[in-house]
């Protein structure tokens, strides 16, 4: 799987098996990505990426990859846990993979609704 920022200077792939896509509803989700983020992950060692990634740590857990040429947000670590999440709209081409569950659902907008039916968690586990 491949996949790349809106204007292309950073590129990533991976031969890892990717994760279904969790949805994360946190406002620093929302309020970097504009909406809620849906993610997949692989572990760090499979993952490589071609360009400059500027790096924001919004929390002492965690930091969000972005490029700095066009803004997109890409990715997501949490500090020491060796994986990274990737966001799925940057996946080039169609990822086949259903969405998992919804993070942080307690935390939505309030202009959107999680479909009934699909997994949700008002935090995170």
Do not use: N
Not at 99 to 120: L, N, Q, T
């Amino acid at each position: 799987m491949k996949g790349s920022c809106l204007c292309g200077a950073v590129r990533w792939d991976t031969e890892a098996q990717l994760r279904p896509p969790v949805a994360c509803h946190c406002t620093q989700c929302r309020k970097q990505s504009g909406h809620y983020w849906a993610a997949t992950a692989v572990p760090d060692e499979t993952l490589t990426v071609a360009g400059e990634v500027r790096w924001y740590q919004a929390s002492p857990a965690a930091r969000r990859g972005f490029c700095p040429t066009c803004g997109s947000f890409l990715f997501w670590q949490e500090i020491g846990r060796g994986r990274t999440s990737i966001g799925c709209g940057s996946v080039d081409g169609p990822t086949h993979l259903p969405p998992e569950r919804h993070i942080f659902a307690a935390f939505k907008g309030d202009y959107y609704a999680i479909p009934e039916g699909e997994a949700r968690e008002e935090g995170w586990d």
